[in-house]
């Protein structure tokens, strides 16, 4: 590609600054969970910012907002975005990051069309901010780009409820973002992300190439005993709900110990205690668990390992402990073509790239088993992330940027897509 832009354009560091101030706190972080009043507003600054620059602005059932660029009517679309939505107290970058990325290279690129014509570029361009991947306020996460690819329906997620009872339809709406669109019809995938790890960093390399997914599988634990009196119920009486889930919280740490080649993650997370007063006992406490690991078999085996271990915490603890399964994705490959195209165009450009896994979950994780998906990361500085410190250098965003126009547009030239291996010069 004959150079859109140049490739020290820094307009996207003052929109990314602009956006940065959307659920600003004091100590330089954002909290914008999905469907709140920040959530709402960086959602309408980015409406406008695309509307401004002539994309056509979409917003579908589940909440997933998008700007279509079409220069060839009737032509499907290759997809590109991440998501906005944060997790409470937490960074500038997870997310935001790769949707202003994909706006910015979007736009460059179709302002490369219309100098060049649009005869080499048979697909047209969309870019998506997905709805709640976090899944901080409703579970689970991931959910819009969950529905897009028929994984979740449209009307469960619509009742989801967060924990003050307000469903995922009432909080869209009154964020004005219950839409009524039907989505792109899409034919290819491109994201880009902050690595959310120390590697890339690490090893002084601009570009990840992620080739594959780490297991994983989550689930809501309630864990249920019977209130009574914290100073006057005799020990040998107690039901302590509180008591059974930090036997859990420990041994899900524990296993993790034991699991290191190849690496076990393990966390317990989002405890809600029953009923939460000084001078009680605990009837219940729910909380997030999940199991993490590249391979397959050994987040099995410590799903098997942790059921026996919860059934000697009911006895010893005498409480019950109920496991639901919430969400899981098997350890899986990225398409090769889509990989290596990313490696091309990191090479065309001269940036220096690795080809690596993530652990996380992403909304390319949805994405890549319905079309042909290119997953992108940039360096993350100490591998900070879900945290305010996150932070990412201005130079690797810019290359961030500067790479995904790159690809969309070779993409968007029928690379991948149609198996061939066009650079959309």
Not at 140 to 153: E, I, N, R, Y
Not at 244 to 267: D, F, N, Q, S, Y
Request: negative net charge.
């Amino acid at each position: 590609m004959s150079g859109p832009q140049p490739l020290r354009d820094t307009r996207f560091l003052d929109d990314f600054a602009t956006l940065s101030t959307f659920g600003a706190l004091p100590s330089g972080g954002v909290e914008r969970q999905a469907a709140t009043a920040a959530d709402g507003e960086q959602r309408e600054w980015l409406a406008a910012w695309l509307t401004e620059r002539g994309f056509d602005v979409a917003v579908d059932g589940v909440g997933n907002l998008y700007g279509l660029e079409t220069w060839n009517p009737g032509a499907p679309y290759i997809l590109t975005g991440s998501h906005l939505d944060s997790q409470p107290n937490a960074g500038r970058f997870d997310g935001a990051y790769g949707v202003l990325a994909s706006a910015h290279a979007a736009w460059r690129l179709a302002q490369h069309v219309d100098r060049v014509g649009a005869e080499r570029f048979p697909y047209n361009v969309a870019v998506v901010d997905w709805f709640n991947e976090e899944g901080s306020r409703f579970v689970p996460s991931m959910m819009g780009s969950a529905v897009f690819t028929g994984k979740l329906d449209a009307d469960a997620a619509l009742a989801t409820l967060d924990h003050d009872g307000t469903s995922v339809r009432d909080a869209l709406a009154g964020i004005g973002f219950l839409g009524a669109d039907a989505p792109p019809e899409t034919v290819g995938y491109a994201e880009i992300h902050v690595e959310q790890g120390r590697g890339l960093e690490r090893d002084g390399i601009t570009i990840g190439l992620v080739d594959s997914t780490w297991a994983a599988r989550k689930y809501e634990v309630v864990v249920r005993g019977e209130q009574s009196h914290t100073g006057s119920t005799v020990m040998a009486d107690r039901k302590d709900a509180l008591a059974g889930a930090a036997a859990l919280i420990v041994a899900a740490r524990e296993l993790a110990e034991r699991h290191l080649e190849p690496a076990l993650h393990t966390a317990v997370s989002q405890l809600q205690v029953e009923p939460n007063s000084p001078v009680v006992v605990a009837r219940q406490v729910t909380m997030n668990f999940d199991l993490r690991c590249a391979d397959l078999d050994v987040v099995l085996e410590a799903d098997r390992s942790i059921a026996a271990t919860i059934a000697e915490i009911e006895d010893r603890y005498r409480v019950q402990i109920d496991r639901r399964l919430t969400h899981e994705w098997a350890a899986q490959e990225y398409q090769a073509a889509g990989v290596d195209l990313g490696a091309s165009a990191a090479d065309a450009l001269g940036l220096t790239n690795v080809r690596t896994q993530t652990v996380a979950g992403h909304d390319s994780t949805n994405m890549k088993d319905v079309v042909p998906t290119v997953m992108l990361f940039i360096p993350s500085v100490d591998g900070i992330a879900h945290n305010v410190g996150e932070l990412t250098r201005d130079e690797d965003c810019l290359d961030g940027v500067t790479l995904l126009t790159e690809v969309l547009a070779r993409l968007c030239s029928g690379a991948v897509v149609d198996g061939t291996g066009k650079d959309g010069s």
